[in-house]
Nanobody
Framework: QLQLVESGGGLVQAGGSLRLSCAAS????????MGWFRQPPGKQRELVAR????????KYADSVEGRFTISRNNAENTVYLQMSDLKPEDTAVYYC????????????????WGPGTQVTVSS
């Protein structure tokens, strides 16, 4: 089993920055494609950014392109989401997830999930 735990969420003013971290433990002997998702109150969970197992390929939602950066350190089993120029509409619970599929673009493609971390952006 693979366990994921997010950290780094909090309250920030619009225009500010946060960096989320996702630490993996357990079955880290293989590499997974990783994704960051978010779920605003009353809305569906959506993919924010994903990164390939080797870290060479990334993809972002249009709403965060140019503001968010996903990265990973496989030696430390950690994935990051650097968020800049945050907006009130970025407010959500952010989840880290892992997939055995090389191009995991949907929620259902991810089999391992962290408990989530709250990000609140005030206007």
């Amino acid at each position: 089993q693979l366990q994921l735990v997010e950290s780094g969420g909090g309250l920030v003013q619009a225009g500010g920055s946060l960096r989320l971290s996702c630490a993996a433990s357990g079955r880290t002997d293989r590499l997974y494609a990783m994704g960051w998702f978010r779920q605003p109150p009353g809305k569906q969970r959506e993919l924010v950014a994903r990164i390939s197992a080797g870290g060479l390929s990334t993809k972002y939602a249009d709403s965060v392109e140019g503001r968010f950066t996903i990265s990973r350190n496989n030696a430390e089993n950690t994935v990051y989401l650097q968020m800049s120029d945050l907006k009130p509409e970025d407010t959500a619970v952010y989840y880290c997830a892992a997939s055995i599929l090389p191009r995991a673009g949907r929620v259902d493609d991810y089999g391992y999930w962290g408990p989530g971390t709250q990000v609140t952006v005030s206007s």
